[in-house]
């Protein structure tokens, strides 16, 4: 089985200062990590994805994520926050033996309000 | 390049009917994946299809079901409709077998009265 936690319900920065939201995963073998946003009544965005190598994945709009296999994290980064970051924030994990792409687990979400 | 596109965007339906949701993925990709997203909550995985054949399935009753074509559009049917099954239904798509993540569709809003 594979699930995905997502701590926080709700994260608030100001902007221009750095903010993090939390992820930790488990899964029975390795993982494959992302994380999409969404914005209201639409579809999710990709932003980025762990598969291997550096454990520090950069991905779109200025996000870097963070994989930490002892603590089973992906904690989703972004060194100045924009009010435009303002969304919902989801983490999603997939175990690396499936053979198909299909069947990944989401968390639950973190909205993201960055105040000006 | 089109996106995921899918259709319809909004949908009213009584208890007990039926419903047709569709979705047309990117061009190149051959896998399309169905999730159910209630309010509140993240994605639930449903359905994945590669070459018309079903490759995956969630924890959804037989009430759901799903088919892709030849030309890798897909349809999720859901019968007996109830009121638990008003949520937004994402359609993605990916290249089968490359580890990228998916690229969603805006999603069929379902309310079902």
């Known amino acids: 089985a594979q699930s995905v936690a997502q701590p926080e319900d709700q994260v608030n920065v100001a902007e221009g200062n750095p903010l993090t939201v939390k992820c930790t995963y488990s899964v029975s073998g390795n993982p494959y990590l992302f994380w999409y946003v969404q914005y209201p009544n639409r579809g999710l965005q990709f932003l980025l994805k762990y598969i291997t190598g550096d454990n520090l994945v950069k991905g779109s709009y200025g996000f870097e994520a963070e994989f930490n296999k002892s603590q089973t994290s992906f904690h989703l980064k972004k060194p100045s926050a924009l009010v435009s970051d303002s969304a919902l924030y989801f983490c999603a994990v997939r175990d690396a033996g499936y053979t198909n792409a299909g069947k990944s687990t989401f968390g639950d979400g973190t909205t993201l309000t960055v105040k000006p | 390049d089109a996106g995921v596109t899918q259709s319809p965007t909004h949908l009213i339906k009584t208890r007990g009917q039926h419903v047709t949701l569709r979705c047309s993925p990117i061009?190149?990709?051959?896998?399309v994946s169905w999730y159910q997203q209630v309010l509140g909550q993240g994605p639930q995985f449903i359905f994945q299809?590669?070459?018309?054949?079903?490759?995956g399935r969630g924890n959804f009753p037989d009430r759901f079901s799903a088919r892709q074509f030849p030309n890798y559009s897909s349809e999720l049917n859901v019968n007996a409709l109830l009121l638990g099954d008003s949520a937004l239904y994402l359609c993605?798509?990916?290249?089968?077998?490359?580890?990228?993540?998916?690229?969603f569709g805006s999603g069929t809003r379902l309310t079902v009265v």
């Open positions: 061009s190149g990709h051959k896998s």
């Open positions: 993605a798509s990916s290249p089968f077998g490359v580890d990228h993540g998916y690229t």
């Open positions: 299809y590669y070459e018309k054949e079903e490759r």
